[in-house]
């Protein structure tokens, strides 16, 4: 009896022994595991992407041979239609890259006066002063060396709206340019575009006609997609759009964050020159 119990406290003490070699391998890979996060933090992510300083010398020196062209800025046109244009400032060079219709997204890009890569951004066509400069995914900013040091998530500051921006363009391209008219627009329109329909039966589809648009953002116009400009109120209840119809007036619309409910819509006569 007395062997018996020798020999299982032999056996506990193996096993026992056993189980602390495990923990310290497992405690050993851990620190290990932590260690190399560590380093991995360290670890700089850095950019090769330069500006083309010494093609766009060359583009302006191209278009200084035509008194006619824009000198502050390289256009060029892509096979796929894509716009590319490239300017300089005292300080850096930018490139707007801008995909044909119907993409209402442009890519942006600012580099150092040394030619490297200092901001990338993906933003919505459609800006104005006064009006919000929307920007969609990660804004990434390097230092001047190349390395990353900032990534901004730019949906961060639409997390809590239920009409986040890509859902109100996608209302705007629903949503029709006029409803009705009031009897002063029949007025107005009939005039400006000598309509031979009498004013009191001028519907909303003939102002359209005549604009040649008929939704309030027409993502297949080039035009449209420039001209629609859009701002969320300081409480953040709702969103103030703007349609430029230069040379015939603009078009306001305020649609609720919270619902993407059309709560107005006002047609202001053109006042510019």
Same mark, same amino acid.
């Not at 560590?38 to 093609?55: D, L, Q, Y």
């Not at 015939?248 to 047609?267: M, P």
């Given at each position: 009896? $007395?062997?018996?119990?020798?020999? +299982?406290?032999?056996?506990? $003490?193996i096993?026992g022994k056993l189980?602390l070699?495990?923990?310290l391998v497992?405690?050993m890979?851990?620190e290990g595991?932590?260690?190399d996060?560590a380093?991995?933090s360290?670890?700089k992510?850095m950019t090769?992407?330069? #500006? %083309?300083i010494?093609?766009?010398?060359?583009?302006?020196?191209?278009r200084?041979?035509n008194?006619?062209?824009d +000198?502050s800025?390289?256009e060029d046109?892509?096979?796929?239609g894509?716009?590319v244009i490239s300017s300089?400032?005292? !300080?850096?060079y930018?490139?707007?890259t801008t995909p044909?219709?119907?993409s209402l &997204?442009q890519? #942006?890009k /600012?580099?150092?006066? !040394?030619g490297?890569?200092? %901001?990338?951004? %993906?933003?919505?066509?459609?800006?104005a002063m006064? #009006?919000?400069l929307?920007k969609?995914?990660n804004?990434?900013?390097y230092?001047?060396?190349g390395?990353?040091? /900032?990534t901004?998530?730019?949906?961060?500051?639409?997390?809590?709206l #239920?009409?986040?921006?890509?859902d109100l +363009?996608?209302?705007l391209?629903?949503?029709?340019?006029?409803k009705e008219l009031?009897?002063e627009?029949q007025?107005?329109?009939k005039?400006i575009? !000598?309509?031979?329909?009498?004013?009191? !039966?001028?519907t909303?589809?003939e102002?359209?006609?005549a604009?040649?648009?008929?939704v &309030?953002?027409d993502?297949?116009?080039?035009?449209?997609r420039r001209?629609v400009f859009? /701002?969320?109120s %300081?409480d953040k209840?709702?969103?103030h &759009?703007?349609?430029?119809l230069?040379p015939h007036?603009l078009?306001e619309?305020?649609?609720e964050?919270?619902?993407g409910k059309?709560i107005?819509r006002?047609y202001?006569?053109?006042?510019?020159?």
């Amino acid at each position: 009896m $007395a062997m018996e119990n020798t020999k +299982l406290t032999q056996r506990l $003490a193996i096993v026992g022994k056993l189980v602390l070699l495990i923990c310290l391998v497992q405690l050993m890979s851990c620190e290990g595991q932590v260690k190399d996060k560590a380093i991995s933090s360290k670890v700089k992510i850095m950019t090769i992407e330069k #500006f %083309e300083i010494e093609k766009y010398n060359k583009c302006i020196e191209e278009r200084e041979k035509n008194p006619l062209l824009d +000198l502050s800025q390289c256009e060029d046109t892509l096979d796929d239609g894509t716009l590319v244009i490239s300017s300089k400032s005292s !300080n850096d060079y930018t490139v707007i890259t801008t995909p044909p219709p119907p993409s209402l &997204v442009q890519s #942006f890009k /600012r580099y150092y006066k !040394n030619g490297f890569l200092q %901001e990338r951004s %993906e933003r919505y066509i459609g800006y104005a002063m006064g #009006f919000d400069l929307i920007k969609f995914g990660n804004s990434l900013i390097y230092d001047q060396n190349g390395a990353l040091i /900032r990534t901004i998530d730019e949906s961060e500051k639409y997390k809590s709206l #239920f009409v986040k921006p890509l859902d109100l +363009l996608e209302i705007l391209k629903k949503e029709p340019l006029f409803k009705e008219l009031s009897k002063e627009d029949q007025i107005h329109f009939k005039k400006i575009f !000598n309509l031979s329909t009498k004013e009191s !039966n001028i519907t909303a589809t003939e102002v359209c006609n005549a604009l040649h648009t008929y939704v &309030v953002l027409d993502s297949k116009s080039d035009k449209d997609r420039r001209n629609v400009f859009v /701002r969320l109120s %300081e409480d953040k209840k709702v969103w103030h &759009v703007t349609k430029d119809l230069y040379p015939h007036g603009l078009i306001e619309l305020e649609v609720e964050a919270t619902s993407g409910k059309i709560i107005k819509r006002t047609y202001n006569k053109e006042t510019r020159p």
